[in-house]
């Protein structure tokens, strides 16, 4: 079966730019999660996402958001980029809400100049 | 939530057991430990969770004391691919939550030939 897949894996943006992520869960998994890693740290939560609903928000500005398709498949979007949004953006996906086992994609890489 | 602390970094033979500690001395009744790691360049992945019953699965054992204030996770025969950060997690389980998990610094384990 299928892990989690993102894409792109690598991207390079410059300040001021918009990007958007995707990710695809496992089959079956309702539940799609975002997290940043700056390198060096451990992952921040951004978003959870359940049922095509946000059920939770992590300590990101207003730049951040994000979206999930009926078929579960997500987007983030980060706008106005800036040098610090630099990071690994990494998806995961379980199959309930409160679920703690969850299954994480290999990430996203991206280097805004 | 409560805080976890974890060593920042411990070194392993090769074919030997592997003892990750995770003091969570403020935890609550109701809090899971979890364990996840993570492979450079990849997304974390799940390892073993405990109430407070000792568990053992295919990857690991994780022991958690009598008061709960403590756990360590055990590899038993590290090999070299178990080089990895290894982060320690507490939270509530349940309805009426996330699946948000709040990743620490975690533990580097370098395991060594």
């Known amino acids: 079966d299928a892990g989690v897949t993102q894409s792109p894996t690598h991207l390079i943006k410059t300040r001021g730019q918009q990007v958007t992520l995707r990710c695809s869960p496992i089959?079956?998994?309702?539940?799609v999660s975002w997290y940043q890693q700056v390198l060096g740290q451990g992952p921040q939560f951004i978003f959870q996402?359940?049922?095509?609903?946000?059920?939770g928000r992590g300590n990101f500005p207003d730049r951040f958001s994000a979206r999930q398709f009926p078929n579960y498949s997500s987007e983030l979007n980060v706008n106005a980029l800036l040098l610090g949004d630099s990071a690994l953006y990494l998806c995961?996906?379980?199959?309930?809400?409160?679920?703690?086992?969850?299954?994480f994609g290999p990430g996203t890489r991206l280097l805004v100049l | 939530d409560a805080k976890t602390t974890q060593p920042p970094s411990m070194d392993c033979a090769e074919g030997r057991a592997a003892n990750l500690p995770c003091n969570h001395s403020t935890i609550s009744g109701n809090e899971y430990v979890y364990w996840y790691r993570q492979i450079h360049s990849q997304g974390p992945q799940y390892i073993i969770h405990g109430l407070k019953n000792n568990e053992t699965n295919e990857m690991a054992s994780l022991i958690i004391t009598e008061d709960r204030k403590s756990s360590t996770l055990i590899l038993p025969h590290a090999t070299l691919r178990d080089t990895a950060v290894y982060y320690c997690i507490v939270r509530v389980r349940g309805s009426g939550n996330t699946g948000k998990l709040i990743f620490g610094q975690g533990t580097t384990l370098q395991v060594k030939p």
């Open positions: 995961a996906s379980s199959l309930l809400l409160a679920e703690w086992t969850q299954y």
């Open positions: 996402y359940y049922e095509k609903e946000e059920r």
């Open positions: 089959s079956g998994h309702k539940s």
